[in-house]
């Protein structure tokens, strides 16, 4: 009987982790009714928590750990500024829904011992979809099917990473679990996802995901890389601020012209960094909540003037800290580093953890990408958590 439940456990959670890793074209309107699978998803992952929520209490008997406080004030604090400053209460929903179940349920894996059998499962799920999108990529890029769809499976190719990084670090652990270190199934996915960000030259996930390859050199697996988490903190503290001061743009000017990306805007980003800046600076205790997207989208991706967009309302920044800092204002930012420091601590805490080298990586990769765009996705409190809890993770048996 009690294999029965723990299957049936297993099961439900392989599948709201399967929900909140969608698909990004269903984000997308590159064709009529696709929308629709959005809603289908949105409707799911509202199930999921409330179905995530009974099981937390359920099994931790009531008590919250200070970890899911923190996560849950965090988008508090944001619902509060979109209540006050009449934003988008809809799209608020997704991603607070997304970071609080995730953090759910990373508690629970760990603590019901079956953290790396839904890992297993889940990564087949990830093989299946950049199957699926390599498909949807010779579809598009080599026949007339672009006339008609524009986005691929895994989204736009900046998106891509949304799907990949959790599939490489799934793959790590598991590989780690199994083997005692990154096995050839690991450094096969690596290298897959290197190769598609290459082709599509998505620079600056290509880079991010390129670090794993210091795994592949033993010097420097073994050298307790998690040592060193004041060092990757005020790095990516500083790096934010360098972006806020425009400073960071000239100081990567040479390599983006060598690149062939647009120096000038980064892509537009110049332009809404400053918009956004200049509209907390107004209210910059809480922020303006979760707002909608109001601004001229040919202009924003296509003008290189020397000038910056009227707006007022946007939905993310393409920075993580200062979408946090634009909806929540600075007490959201406090809670969330306070939330990367204690994650990054418990590492340093536990330099011999074999799973601490990858979480580390895992982490500088989501601090470099969240530079230039928005990472509140499905895996990102779902990794802080891991990183958090890293000495109760145990082996248990992957095989039932």
């Keep these: 009987m009690e294999t029965y439940k723990k299957k049936k456990t297993i099961l439900l959670f392989t599948l709201i982790l399967i929900i909140f890793f969608e698909p990004q074209i269903f984000k997308e309107n590159s064709f009529v009714g696709v929308q629709y699978i959005d809603y289908i998803y949105k409707v799911l992952k509202i199930l999921a928590f409330l179905v995530t929520t009974y099981k937390y209490v359920l099994i931790n008997k009531g008590k919250v750990t200070k970890t899911l406080i923190s996560v849950s004030l965090l988008q508090l604090v944001m619902f509060i500024s979109t209540i006050i400053y009449k934003g988008d209460i809809v799209r608020f929903a997704g991603p607070a829904l997304t970071t609080i179940t995730m953090t759910m349920i990373a508690e629970i894996l760990i603590k019901e011992e079956i953290l790396f059998k839904i890992l297993k499962k889940v990564n087949i799920y990830f093989v299946v979809c950049f199957i699926i999108n390599m498909i949807s990529v010779i579809l598009i890029d080599f026949t007339d099917v672009s006339k008609y ?49 290459i082709y599509k030259f998505s620079v600056s996930a290509m880079i991010c995901i390129g670090l794993y390859l210091f795994l592949f050199v033993k010097f420097v697996r073994d050298m307790q890389m998690s040592k060193c988490n004041n060092f990757v903190f005020v790095t990516y503290v500083l790096s934010n601020i360098l972006v806020l001061l425009d400073k960071l743009r000239k100081i990567f000017l040479p390599l983006l012209k060598i690149l062939g990306k647009d120096a000038t805007t980064l892509s537009g980003r110049t332009y809404l960094w400053e918009g956004v800046m200049e509209q907390t600076y107004k209210h910059p205790i809480i922020g303006y909540g979760m707002q909608s997207i109001e601004y001229d989208k040919s202009f924003f991706y296509n003008s290189t003037a020397p000038y910056y967009l009227k707006f007022c309302k946007v939905s993310h920044a393409h920075n993580s800290l200062m979408t946090l800092l634009y909806r929540g204002g600075i007490i959201a930012v406090t809670i969330y580093l306070s939330i990367v420091y204690k994650a990054l601590k418990q590492l340093k805490n536990n330099l011999k953890n074999k799973y601490a080298n990858i979480l580390l990586i895992t982490a500088i990769n989501i601090f470099l990408t969240s530079i230039f765009d928005t990472m509140d996705f499905a895996a990102l409190y779902f990794v802080f958590t891991l990183c958090i809890s890293i000495e109760e993770i145990k082996d248990e048996g992957i095989e039932e």
């Design 149 to 197: 769809v524009s986005v691929y499976f895994m989204g736009i190719d900046n998106r891509f990473i949304f799907t990949l990084l959790p599939w490489i670090l799934f793959e790590g652990l598991v590989s780690l679990h199994q083997d005692n270190q990154l096995n050839k199934r690991w450094k096969v996915v690596v290298i897959l996802s290197e190769l598609l960000l």
